[in-house]
């Protein structure tokens, strides 16, 4: 394991979680950084939709590590990178395409259980056999459960829950890193999943959700904001090419 892979992963404790604030290029990269940030983790919606294409393994996996190259270029932190659901049709060629993320210098990825565009997750055991492919290289693998997408917490909570913790001790088995469960906002069920999970828990913050001090409060180890920095820069950039355009002046 490589020394960044090595400081990402030390990275990860609960109650003290890591924030990332998720970026698109090399500028944004650097932003971010000059803020204060520990890490920088690229988000695949804002990635792809920055070059006018779509998320979903769209944006071609030369054009994901020639984005990767830009943004180590400007960062000495350590850089995970978005890698949606491992651009491979097997476990083989998900290794494949991890291995060359990690040869590029990548310390870690985001991975999901489920192919692009499809609403449904893989068999358990083939999402473990593709996270094991990935986490095989080296790199530390965070590994996206989206049990909760679609789904109500407040009737179905305890069913989930206990789904993802079955798919978490697969997850660790296969050498993730760590556990990542977006769409979910209910505090009783982040904390019941920290408190079992056999890695530490990553959590997308949302508006409507536990705020950052809650979320570590539950013990979460990992905020990340996906794609929401890009669509807040997106929105102020239309913002104010409105108003200058309707005559106005920027606030810039």
Not at 61 to 80: E, F, H, K, Q, Y
Not at 103 to 110: S, T
Request: aromatic fraction near 6%; charge should be negative.
């Amino acid at each position: 394991m490589k020394d960044q892979t090595r400081a990402f992963a030390a990275l990860h404790i609960p109650g003290d979680p890591l924030i990332l604030v998720n970026i698109w290029d090399a500028g944004s990269a650097r932003a971010v950084a000059a803020a204060g940030a520990k890490a920088i983790a690229t988000g695949s919606y804002g990635v792809a939709e920055a070059q006018g294409r779509s998320d979903g393994e769209d944006f071609p996996l030369s054009d994901v590590l020639a984005n990767l190259a830009r943004i180590l270029a400007v960062t000495d932190l350590p850089v995970s990178i978005d890698m949606e659901s491992g651009y491979g049709a097997d476990p083989a060629a998900v290794g494949a395409s991890v291995a060359l993320a990690y040869a590029a210098g990548a310390a870690g990825i985001n991975m999901e259980d489920r192919m692009p565009g499809g609403d449904v997750l893989l068999p358990l055991a083939e999402a473990q056999a593709r996270y094991r492919a990935a986490a095989d290289t080296g790199i530390f693998v965070n590994a996206r459960c989206d049990m909760f997408r679609g789904r109500d917490a407040a009737t179905e909570g305890d069913a989930l829950v206990a789904a993802t913790l079955e798919r978490a001790r697969a997850y660790a088995d296969a050498g993730a890193g760590s556990l990542f469960v977006p769409f979910l906002r209910d505090a009783r069920c982040i904390g019941a999943i920290c408190d079992a999970s056999p890695l530490p828990v990553n959590i997308l913050r949302g508006r409507d959700g536990p705020t950052h001090k809650q979320l570590a409060a539950l013990g979460v180890a990992r905020i990340s904001h996906g794609h929401q920095p890009w669509a807040a820069a997106m929105a102020w950039l239309t913002g104010q090419a409105e108003k200058v355009l309707d005559g106005g002046e920027p606030d810039y």
